[in-house]
Each structure stands twice: as structure tokens, then as C-alpha cells.
């Protein structure tokens, strides 16, 4: 090549150069890209579109980002990405040569056979780093076994929908609690035991090695408050952790999620808040497994729970939408369900009266939301309650009906805990409040 074209390829813009056509190098702007309505680099920059391969940037290493921790502020699931993404990374072309310690090695082996059981299942998700504008470098995020980026994708795309009302506004399991897993080791082995769990639901044979996965981070938490300082306890790691952990109690339909949560409201009343959209989210979830966890255990603890302010620990249904919308409709007609199985709860623990007329109208009002409507499946607390009560044949059959709706779609072992115990309520009469730890041992949520 001539000295001339050396120097005429040096001058030319990116943009030039990437139709390969002449570029005439005019300052600031070519006159090439100023007909196209295209923005120009200038003559002579140059722009990287992506992560290099040699040199200071191989591996991950180089420019970081300016945050509390090296995690993504967005990570994309393939399943619900938009059909048009600018430079976009495949998680999977980084290096995979990471070191791991010697209980994160226990703790894969364990799982990994459920793992690969995914992969051949078809339920694999491809995960994806999003840049944050058009010129930047996307984020770097710390190399990952396969077999931790399947769970990730089992629970973001089986699990993470559960957990909230509106999964298509948005999902703080999927785009806060995952980035978070990214770089707090105990989090992580928690989403993995609990994609894990909702996988052996339908492969039982899974079960012994994720009941021992739990059993470890359950084991590791009692350590750590031992023996760790405060600063390793009380954050935002640990607290996800232990709700993550209840999300897996509501998937198993376990007996022994009691501990659990009240591990959780000892955190949340020790720990410092922070007004951050990480401590925001976690904070609802904490009112959500109080709020319906608490009369689970016991009528005094239930009593307790909710004659706090209602509305204050019904924020995890609360969106920032229109309020025209249908889906704030929804959202309305929701917290008043929520709030009149409420006084059915309070009412029973009072008295021994028939409570009909509050139980029909339950029933007129989670009759105005479609059982097969986006965000239905948060009504197995009220159907449960309602059912509970009922001694009117029509709304027993009614509440248990809208249960068994929400189970075929979830599968989450609870609801069918939920509904086999009812027999046992029934039979019981006006002191079902006060023995639901022995008849319906379980999250039913």
C-alpha cells in the first residue's frame, strides 16, 4: 500500500470505511454522512463496537464500571429481548476460565446433573450483556460455569414470573436479584438450589442433591452470624438470599419455611436502608412474605400482621402506572381482595360467627378478575383464606376451583398443599385460625 492510501484509510471516518465508499475527510463532519442524516466520528477517530479480544481488555480485565459492585446494571434474557438490540455480547463468548472455591465446586457437582437435565430439556436461555449506549464498552461481568448461567436462566424464566404480579412491567427477580448474584457467592448458590427445586418437580430424582444444596447455604447463614462481622451479614446479599430462599419454601410446599422467615424480619428490622431501587424491591418482598407469612404461623402473629397499616404492606402490588389502564384496574381490584380476606382472617380470630355475606362478596370480587388474566395467580393467599372460611358448599367449591387454576399453571407444590389441608380446616370450624401451623403447614402464597 502507497503512502498516500495509508494516509487517505487513516483520515477516513468510521462510518466511510464501514460502506466502503470514498469518505471526502471534511471537518467535523463528512459530507458523505451529513446527506445520510448519519452521525459522524470525524476523520481519522476510531470507534470500538465491542469487547476486545487481545491485549488490556482479554478476559474481562481493564475498564470497569463506576459502581458499588462489578455487576451489570441490566442483564437481558434472550427470551425477552427486543427484536432489534445494538451491540449486544453473548455472555457465553467470555472466558469461562474462572476460579472457583472449594464449596462453590461442592455446591456445582451437586447440581450439575440437574443442570444438564435442563439443557436437554429445552430450557435453557441464552444470557446477554447490554451496553449502555451505542459507543460504550459494554460492561464487564465476571465469568461464569455454564451450568450457573442455566439456573439463572431456568429462574428468570420459570420462577421470576411467579414471584410478582405484573412480570411485563417489571421484574425485580430478573433485573436486580440476578445482577446481584453475579458477585455475592451466597446468592448465587441460592437462585441455583431454587431453579434446581422447581426443575425436580417434575424430575423427583434431583431432589437429594437439592435438598443438600439448601441444607449448605442454610448451614453457611448460621455460620456467618456467628462468627462474621455485621457488615457481612446485614447487606443486600444475604437479604436476598433468605428471600430467595422463601421462593423455593412456596415451589417444594416445605413445612419448614417458619425459620426462614423469621430470619428475614430480624434482618429487615437490623438492617441499614438505603434508597436505592435494590433496597426498594427487597423491602416489598419482605411485606409480601410478612404480610402473608405471618398468619400462616399463628393467630397472634397474624393478628399482628395485619392490623398494621394495610395499604403501607401492599406496596408489592403497587406499579407506577396510568391509572386508567387495565392493568391498575387490576391492580385496584387486587388490594381489595387482599384487604377483605384480611377482615375474614381478623374476624374468625374473634369470633366464632358465620361470616357468609363477607365471603360472598370475596367471591363477587375475585369473580371480576379472569382467572386466565396476567396477574390472577396472586390470589392463592385470598382463594386460600376465602376457601378456609367458607361453609357455604358454592363458595368452597369456587375458591378451591380458582386454585387449582393458579396450580396448572405454576405448579408450585404449595397451592397443592394449600388445597389438600382445607378437609382438615373444615373440620375444625371457627378455630381454623388457630391451628394452621399443624393443618397447613405451609407458604401458601
Not at 19 to 43: A, M, T, V, Y
Amino acid at each position: 500500500m502507497t503512502a498516500s492510501g495509508s494516509k487517505s484509510k487513516s483520515k477516513s471516518c468510521r462510518e466511510c470505511t464501514k460502506r466502503r465508499i470514498i469518505c471526502d475527510n471534511s471537518e467535523p463532519s463528512c459530507n458523505k454522512c451529513l446527506k445520510k442524516g448519519i452521525h459522524c466520528s470525524g476523520s481519522g477517530r476510531i470507534r470500538f463496537s465491542g469487547v476486545a479480544l487481545r491485549g488490556k481488555l482479554r478476559d474481562g480485565f481493564g475498564p470497569q464500571p463506576e459502581a458499588p459492585s462489578a455487576t451489570p446494571s441490566k442483564i437481558r434474557w434472550k427470551s425477552d429481548q427486543p427484536k432489534r438490540v445494538r451491540r449486544t455480547r453473548q455472555l457465553s463468548d467470555i472466558s469461562e476460565n474462572e476460579t472457583q472455591t472449594p464449596q462453590q465446586v461442592r455446591d456445582d457437582e451437586a447440581l450439575s446433573q440437574a443442570a444438564t437435565e435442563m439443557t436437554d430439556s429445552g430450557t435453557s436461555t441464552s444470557l446477554e450483556l447490554v451496553s449502555r449506549s451505542p459507543e460504550s464498552i459494554p460492561y464487564w461481568i465476571p465469568s461464569m460455569d455454564p451450568q450457573v448461567r442455566m439456573s439463572m436462566s431456568h429462574f428468570a424464566e420459570h420462577v421470576a414470573p411467579v414471584m410478582v404480579v405484573l412480570d411485563h412491567v417489571g421484574n425485580g427477580y430478573r433485573d436486580i436479584i440476578l445482577p446481584l448474584a453475579c458477585s455475592h457467592d451466597l446468592l448465587r448458590r441460592a437462585v441455583g438450589v431454587v431453579a434446581a427445586q422447581h426443575f425436580a418437580l417434575s424430575h423427583p430424582s434431583f431432589q437429594g442433591a437439592v435438598d443438600q444444596g439448601r441444607a449448605d447455604i442454610i448451614s453457611q447463614l448460621r455460620q456467618d452470624a456467628f462468627q462474621a462481622s455485621p457488615d457481612h451479614v446485614f447487606n443486600q446479599g444475604t437479604w436476598a438470599t433468605i428471600i430467595v430462599l422463601l421462593v423455593g419454601e412456596t415451589i417444594t410446599g416445605s413445612s419448614e419455611y417458619g425459620h426462614l422467615l423469621q430470619t428475614l424480619l430480624c434482618l429487615f428490622q437490623h438492617i441499614g436502608h438505603l434508597n436505592s431501587s435494590t433496597t426498594r424491591f427487597l423491602t416489598q418482598q419482605t411485606h409480601m412474605f410478612e404480610f402473608l407469612g405471618q398468619p400462616l404461623l399463628g393467630e397472634t402473629q397474624g393478628i399482628n400482621a395485619l392490623r398494621l397499616p394495610l395499604e403501607n404492606y401492599l406496596d408489592w402490588i403497587c406499579y407506577d402506572l396510568p391509572s386508567d389502564s387495565e392493568d391498575s384496574n387490576l391492580l385496584f381490584r387486587l388490594r381489595m381482595a387482599f384487604i377483605k380476606a384480611s377482615h375474614i382472617y381478623l374476624g374468625r380470630t374473634s369470633s366464632d360467627e358465620d361470616q357468609w355475606q363477607l365471603i360472598e362478596n370475596l367471591k363477587e370480587l375475585v369473580s371480576q378478575i379472569d382467572p386466565e388474566r396476567v396477574g390472577a395467580h396472586a390470589l392463592v393467599w385470598v382463594c386460600f383464606i376465602g376457601a378456609a372460611d367458607s361453609t357455604d358448599p358454592e363458595h368452597r367449591k369456587f375458591f378451591i376451583n380458582r386454585l387449582k387454576q393458579v396450580f396448572t399453571k405454576t405448579r408450585f407444590n404449595n397451592i397443592l398443599s394449600a388445597i389438600n389441608a382445607l378437609p382438615g380446616i373444615w373440620r375444625q370450624k371457627g378455630s381454623w385460625t388457630r391451628n394452621l401451623t399443624l393443618t397447613a403447614p405451609t407458604l401458601i402464597m
